[in-house]
């Protein structure tokens, strides 16, 4: 399989896609996460090729810092992860206190992040961590005016974790030695989880976290139990 991120990619969207199907009251918050997540493709010239080196659709990556793959897999990562407290422990949504300036709140947070991530690659942390620690501690300063969010967003970052791990596990069976083949060895956490980098797993774990805590405070949104009509 030449183009293995795309197989990735398309991996990706599959829970997703089924939550869109089967959940239509976490449709407005699918729509929103995947917009905001947009942006994100195009920070893949920062991990291609330091922390990875897959081959792109049409070689972009190499023209334009990002490709069709990316837009594919933050949409996908997105989907799920935004989702995943509340599809695992039957949650909806509900409005939470007054209106908020939800999308000058997104792009706040997305800007902050992107700070973050600058500031701890110039003193030499490596992108995927960086990444990570950038979302982890954004949310966390947006929890400490959530509080509410606090236990969804841990719970959230386990189960992303684990549906995570699973879709790679799948990719590594469709592409025999892919892990080997396409990822740089880690520096920190040069382990692997059930043949999977430990860095893709807390890479889950960090999307999880932020992606539970983020939009649910940019949009003005809290967790409430399903009902069983519903």
Avoid: K, N, Q
């Avoid at 490709?67 to 799920?80: H, R």
């Avoid at 509340?86 to 709140?105: C, D, I, N, Q, S």
């Amino acid at each position: 399989m030449p183009y293995e991120f795309l197989v990735l990619s398309v991996l990706f969207l599959v829970p997703g896609s089924c939550v869109w199907l089967t959940r239509p009251d976490l449709r407005p918050l699918l729509r929103r996460v995947v917009v905001v997540s947009l942006p994100f493709a195009a920070t893949e010239w920062l991990f291609y090729p330091e922390y990875w080196t897959p081959r792109f659709l049409f070689g972009l990556a190499d023209h334009i810092g990002f490709g069709i793959e990316d837009v594919l897999f933050v949409a996908g990562l997105g989907a799920f992860s935004s989702t995943a407290y509340a599809v695992a422990f039957r949650r909806t949504l509900a409005p939470h206190g007054a209106a908020v300036r939800a999308w000058a709140r997104a792009v706040g947070a997305f800007a902050l992040a992107m700070v973050v991530t600058g500031a701890l690659l110039a003193v030499g942390l490596s992108i995927l961590y960086a990444a990570v620690a950038a979302m982890v501690s954004v949310s966390s300063v947006l929890l400490l005016m959530r509080r509410d969010l606090v236990v969804p967003s841990l719970l959230g970052a386990l189960v992303s974790a684990v549906i995570y791990l699973g879709l790679c596990l799948v990719f590594g069976m469709l592409i025999p030695g892919v892990f080997e083949r396409t990822w740089r060895p880690s520096m920190l956490l040069p382990g692997r989880l059930l043949g999977v980098p430990l860095d893709e797993v807390l890479y889950g774990l960090g999307a999880g976290f932020s992606a539970t805590a983020v939009p649910a405070w940019a949009f003005g949104w809290r967790f409430v139990p399903l009902r069983r009509s519903a």
